[in-house]
């Protein structure tokens, strides 16, 4: 891997300003470094204790007295991840799912989806390991790592606001996103009895948060509008009044669109109203 390609990677996820690049870049940076630090240990004969203690100061246990003393897990957790085929999974989801989302809706309402998921996913499942009596004699020794509540999010919010969207799946020909993502969720009901069940209901969680988030939307509620930054009072001209009116008459354009494809499917849209929503996407 040459040092061109290392600054083109390094751009794009980190100073390109797109969030689902730098969310797949923190991702990877993290599971490389623990991977280059537990091989370290090996080398030299130290064991893997270093690379053990960084995955349980960002990993996020189930007992909520560990979690008073370790309050940032509850954001970390989403962004290690152990295994290759973990983190080769869930970020090939992100990344599918994240370049539709995109398509059709911002970039704060991206992040907003995915660390809200992930946050909805980690209340969940402390929720169960702390009042289920399946789960409550696990509590002391579990934590929850990795991304995939968020990564489920990020996926049902996007079927939940395209439906009919197709992707073709290798054996599987072409998929609706609808069907999908009811198949995503409906293995992750059934995981709860597997061997990861504190996983699955992480995914669940996830999984509530992309749908309420699109309903919500096409309510015209958009949550995710916290993490907006609020404008300081400023005294402007009268003129800012056409643009107060013009910025709201787009908003309410996009509302309909965004009803319509909740109702339709993404392709009973007009070309001036796929346009409007690719531009909308963008600001």
Do not use: C
Not at 110 to 117: C, H, N, P
Not at 162 to 177: K, S, Y
Not at 188 to 196: L, R
């Amino acid at each position: 891997m040459n040092k061109n390609l290392l600054n083109e990677l390094y751009f794009k996820a980190f100073r390109s300003g797109n969030p689902l690049y730098l969310f797949i870049g923190i991702n990877i940076l993290v599971f490389l470094l623990i991977g280059l630090i537990t091989v370290a240990g090996f080398l030299f004969g130290v064991g893997t204790s270093t690379a053990d203690w960084i995955s349980r100061q960002l990993s996020m246990p189930a007992n909520l007295e560990t979690l008073a003393y370790k309050p940032w897990t509850i954001i970390t957790y989403m962004f290690l991840q152990r295994d290759v085929l973990h983190i080769l999974f869930n970020l090939l989801w992100l990344y599918w799912m994240g370049m539709i989302f995109l398509d059709f809706l911002n970039k704060r309402q991206f992040i907003f989806t995915y660390l809200a998921g992930g946050i909805t996913g980690a209340l969940l499942y402390l929720l169960a390991y702390n009042t289920l009596p399946a789960f409550t004699g696990l509590a002391q020794n579990s934590i929850l790592l990795g991304s995939s509540a968020s990564v489920m999010a990020v996926v049902i919010a996007t079927a939940t606001l395209v439906p009919d969207f197709t992707i073709r799946l290798l054996l599987f020909g072409t998929v609706r996103l609808k069907y999908l993502a009811i198949a995503y969720f409906v293995l992750d009901i059934i995981g709860m009895g597997g061997g990861n069940p504190g996983g699955s209901i992480a995914h669940i969680g996830g999984a509530i948060l992309g749908f309420v988030f699109i309903k919500q939307l096409n309510s015209g509620r958009d949550l995710s509008k916290i993490l907006k930054k609020r404008s300081r009072l400023k005294v402007v001209q009268n003129k800012s009044n056409t643009r107060s009116e013009t910025i709201h008459t787009d908003q309410e354009t996009i509302d309909k669109i965004l009803d319509k494809i909740s109702k339709s499917g993404y392709d009973s849209l007009n070309k001036a109203e796929k346009e409007a929503l690719f531009k909308a996407s963008k600001k």
